[in-house]
């Protein structure tokens, strides 16, 4: 499992597409703007992430398919084209033009994909198989965060720095504001996490997307304790679902594994994931070039 050092860059996407950049906006471009290979992978891993800083944003070992996801605000499986887009990993940095808030990066990043990459998309409807998530019959048996006084006085023009990273010993990722969260020694504990980011980071471990439809606005502090086989499984999975190359010995363990214990889990905050099929918007990648245009 050592190529699971890799898994790290798509957990990364979430944070972006649903946690920072959830607003939609006019298109707006970047005043000026790189885009460069990413450097190999060290033997230990790599962190991957989106930072903010000021006028200036600076993503890091995210692949074409990542920076795709972010700037059209969908998920990696709604992303539809050739396999290249999930491997080839770019470094990208941005300067934000006078006046224009960061929370408009994606509509930036679309404009620059386009532009560097020539992009070419259409839009399309597919059935996906999913877990729907609810607040099961018996009711919610979590309580929300407790209030934190010091995040409720923090800048909010402060610095974003989103950063993760991962391993065959577990994942971390940080959101930055106090939310984030780890998976790791069969235990997944997330911080401040709202049912949309609960969902969207919980189904990299499962084999179908996860679609919140709890209603719940709060956040929340979240334990799920897992068997040491399902989070073995988890794990790889969540390597299946970015795109990382395993050995045929690590995904033969697929073939009989189960989440039986993280459904017990959940079902112990008084939440239930529901199998079903649902149709999902899906983009079709329908022309990029593989190097983009100089900068």
Known sequence: MNNMNSMNKAL???????????????????????IRPSA????????????IDGAQIRCAFLTLK??????YRIKLYQVSGPDWLGSERFDISGTVPAGIPTSQFPDMLQSLLEE???????????????????VAKGGLKMQESAPDPDLEKAD??????VTGSGGSQGIAV????????TFANNRFEAKRFTM??????????VDRPIVDMTNLKGTYDIVLDVTQEDYRAMLIR???????????????????????????????????????KAPLDLLVIDDAQKTPTEN
């Open 174 to 181: 940080n959101y930055g504001r106090g939310t984030s969260y």
């Open 40 to 51: 190999p992978t060290p033997p230990d891993g790599v962190t991957a992430g989106v930072r």
């Open 66 to 71: 990542d920076y795709i996801g972010i700037a």
């Open 238 to 276: 969540a390597g299946v679902n970015a795109g990382v190359s395993l050995p045929p010995e690590a995904l033969r363990l697929l073939d009989s594994a189960s989440v039986a214990s993280l459904l017990d889990a959940i079902q112990k905050l008084g939440l239930k994931l529901d199998a079903r």
């Open 156 to 161: 909010a023009k402060a610095p974003v720095n």
């Open 196 to 205: 949309e980011l609960f969902s969207a980071n919980l189904e990299r471990f």
């Open 12 to 34: 990364l996407l979430i944070v972006s597409a649903t946690a920072v950049f959830a607003q939609n906006a006019p298109r707006s471009e970047f005043e000026v703007a790189t």
């Open 116 to 134: 560097r990459f020539k992009l070419k998309i259409h839009r399309d409807k597919k059935d996906f198989p999913v877990y729907v998530l609810e």
